[in-house]
């Protein structure tokens, strides 16, 4: 069974920097293609950032230039910093992993960008 937990959410301040963990048991990040997925109040889910097994990467266009997802295969993990947060970054975050076709989800983390 796939097993995502995310961490590092919080409160922060407009302007201000967050950094994202997703760590994965059973299944290999590197072997699988990986998303970070934010839902904020009252709205859809919705796709931040991907990575794919061959380390291609793309942004929702909101982040694009604020945000980085990455991966560090030793420690099986998935990150997300975010800079230059606003208000409208307020969300759940998810982290995703799609192994064998199934889509698999983190309990979520939940940041809090004040002005």
């Known amino acids: 069974q796939v097993q995502l937990v995310e961490s590092g959410g919080g409160l922060v301040q407009a302007g201000g920097s967050l950094r994202l963990s997703c760590v994965a048991s059973g299944s290999t990040f590197s072997l699988n293609a990986n998303a970070w997925y934010r839902q904020a109040p009252g709205k859809q889910r919705e796709v931040v950032a991907t990575?794919?097994?061959?380390?291609?990467?793309n942004y929702a266009t909101s982040v694009k230039g604020r945000f980085t997802i990455s991966r560090d295969n030793a420690k099986n993990t998935m990150y997300l910093e975010m800079n230059s947060l606003s208000p409208e970054d307020t969300a759940v975050y998810y982290c995703n992993n799609v192994h064998r076709g199934v889509f698999y989800w983190g309990k979520g983390t939940l940041v809090t960008v004040s002005s």
């Open positions: 990575i794919s097994s061959g380390g291609i990467l």
